[in-house]
């Protein structure tokens, strides 16, 4: 008497069937691994989502198929969020009032955008340069809104910051005034980054 397991898997309309006698498949697409003890898929084979899809297990006795269990698991594909991302992630830098400095948004991505689709990722970004403030101090935990400092720009992914605007700007003429800007990123239909 063997005890062989026999394992059909089910995804997407295809049914996939594995023994002890199969030979092991290498994970390059979707389909049964492990001798069928687990189900990979392939990241460009997942549909876009929002979306759901049951991914069925009957495992059996290969010599007593009426031994068997059955599990069907309820798949949800997310979105992922965009990821905002100022000036390639530059935490901090020091401006003078002769600079110009460049700000950008345009590293921001969409993380559901693979390698394999061949698009930049940041296809489809809109941008929102949504205000900036400015503190004392670097925590800002006292600040004051400075967003006519990016008022003219809020629908770019880049513009020009002037050194002489910050300078102008400036809470006292002796200290260190600090500015914070925001950024958000959207998409149609996903959840926005910030």
């Given at each position: ?49 929002p979306s759901t899809f049951d991914l069925e297990l009957v495992a059996f006795l290969t010599d007593a198929p009426q031994v068997n269990g059955s599990v069907t698991i309820p798949v949800t594909i997310s979105n992922g969020r965009i990821v905002a991302i100022i ?108």
């Amino acid at each position: 008497s063997s005890s062989n397991t026999t394992f059909v898997w089910r995804y997407e309309g295809q049914t996939f069937t594995v023994t002890s006698d199969s030979i092991e498949r290498q994970v390059e697409s979707t389909g049964p691994s492990r001798l069928g003890q687990e189900f990979y898929i392939v990241q460009s084979d997942l549909p876009f989502g929002p979306s759901t899809f049951d991914l069925e297990l009957v495992a059996f006795l290969t010599d007593a198929p009426q031994v068997n269990g059955s599990v069907t698991i309820p798949v949800t594909i997310s979105n992922g969020r965009i990821v905002a991302i100022i000036n390639n992630g530059q935490g901090s830098f020091r401006v003078s009032p002769s600079d110009t400095v460049p700000m950008t948004g345009t590293n921001s991505r969409d993380v559901d955008i693979l390698d394999a689709d061949n698009l930049p990722k940041n296809t489809g970004l809109n941008y929102e340069w949504t205000g900036c403030r400015k503190s004392l101090d670097q925590t800002f935990a006292t600040s004051e809104d400075c967003s006519e400092l990016v008022s003219t720009n809020t629908q770019s992914p880049s513009f020009d910051l002037e050194g002489s605007a910050l300078d102008g700007a400036k809470m006292d003429p002796v200290d260190n005034t600090y500015f914070e800007l925001s950024l958000r990123v959207t998409k149609t239909n996903r959840i926005p980054g910030l």
